[in-house]
């Protein structure tokens, strides 16, 4: 039936391309309109015989810790009443948290949301006039280690010392090591979230895409939602804290590239203390992950289904991947008839 189909538009458009061409250009538009009706109909035939490949959203989600299972905790990491407590509020603790079931595909577009919350803040006092020590990271990582991977304590938040390559953090940094004898990282200040590359947490060009001061304490004891959201069709991380519609920060990142040419990842959490200290508690974790976003052929999103969205499909015709963008209409990771056929399917829709 699909081959018959195929083979019916393929001799209708040959035809319907000769005849017209001989006609005034009055009777050539209605031809048009009777060609296009006759490929909705072909379309019909073709959709009504196609499976459509369903979009599937590959996540987990921990709306506590009650049940920690898939959960890889590494040094001073471990369940307290519910919560992933990274460290306790200790001198000189480290811990990670890691999804262990399998790597994530970071290739395609994603977001995390996690709720955090700092308490018992004690130890060194540092420039904004209170204790405490020394943040949460997000960490994507793909080195050798894996989820058992751990770094070092105190102004490295449990990521420093990795292997400078194939990884992202997003840092919460909540001490500022600026002005400590061997610890000096260039912190701007005890309180700001950075996206980092590489295992250094020393803020220089290299490293710092991007990083801001939020307008709220983080380590005051309340908590947060932090959002972390990636587009690969533009390359954009973005962060976001409590306002979930509107990011503190954006970094342009292309995540394959900074692994090292891999589509996935392991991602998870690490933190550490040093002579001040804190607990760093994670309340709730959700990755989702979107291979795609089927739709009716609509593919500049303008609303209008026409000749430039058919005109899209044909030129990525015959591409294929997990990252073809809105040009893979049914989500089956192939730019071809069946993709075509939709947009004809529902040719004027929205116009």
């Known amino acids: 039936m699909q081959t018959f189909v195929k083979h019916l538009v393929r001799l209708q ?5 000769r005849v017209m061409s001989h006609l005034p250009t009055r009777s050539r538009k209605q031809g048009l309109i009777h060609h296009h009706r006759w490929l909705l109909v072909a379309g019909l035939l073709w959709v009504a015989n196609f499976q459509l490949t369903p979009s599937v959203l590959a996540q987990f989600n921990y709306p506590d810790f009650s049940n920690a299972t898939g959960l890889g905790l590494v040094s001073s990491a471990q369940i307290v009443n519910n919560r992933l407590r990274l460290t306790p509020s200790r001198f000189e603790r480290i811990g990670a948290a890691w999804y262990n079931f399998a790597r994530q595909d970071i290739s395609r577009p994603w977001y995390t949301i996690f709720k955090f919350q700092i308490t018992d803040r004690a130890g060194n006092i540092d420039t904004d006039g209170q204790p405490g020590a020394d ?3 997000f960490v994507i990582q ?16 449990g990521y420093e010392g990795f292997p400078s390559s194939n990884i992202l953090v997003v840092e919460l940094d909540m001490w500022q090591n600026s002005r400590n004898v061997g610890h000096d990282r260039n912190d701007p200040n005890p309180n700001h979230i950075a996206v980092m590359r590489g295992n250094s947490s020393f803020h220089t060009l290299d490293n710092t895409l991007a990083l801001v001061t939020p307008t709220v304490n983080m380590s005051d004891g309340n908590i947060y939602t932090v959002k972390i959201e990636y587009s690969p069709n533009t390359n954009t991380l973005s962060v976001f804290l409590d306002n979930l519609s509107s990011p503190v920060l954006t970094a342009s990142v292309n995540l394959p590239a900074i692994l090292g040419g891999s589509n996935f990842a392991w991602v998870g959490f690490t933190s550490a203390t040093g002579a001040s200290y804190q607990n760093h508690d994670i309340l709730s974790w959700e990755w989702v992950s979107v291979p795609c976003v089927s739709h009716n052929g609509d593919v500049d999103e303008n609303g209008c289904v026409d000749d430039a969205d058919l005109l899209q ?14 040009v893979d209409i049914n989500c089956d990771e192939t730019v071809d008839d069946a993709d075509l056929l939709i947009v004809l399917f529902n040719f004027g829709s929205g116009c």
């Not at 044909?314 to 963008?325: I, M």
Request: charged residues 5%; hydrophobic residues 40%.
């Open 313 to 326: 499909v044909l030129f990525a015709f015959g591409r294929t991947g997990p990252n073809l963008g809105r």
């Open 135 to 137: 943040g949460i990271a």
């Open 13 to 17: 458009t040959a035809g319907a391309s």
């Open 142 to 157: 793909n080195f050798g280690t894996g989820s058992n991977a751990i770094g070092g304590a105190g102004a490295g938040i």
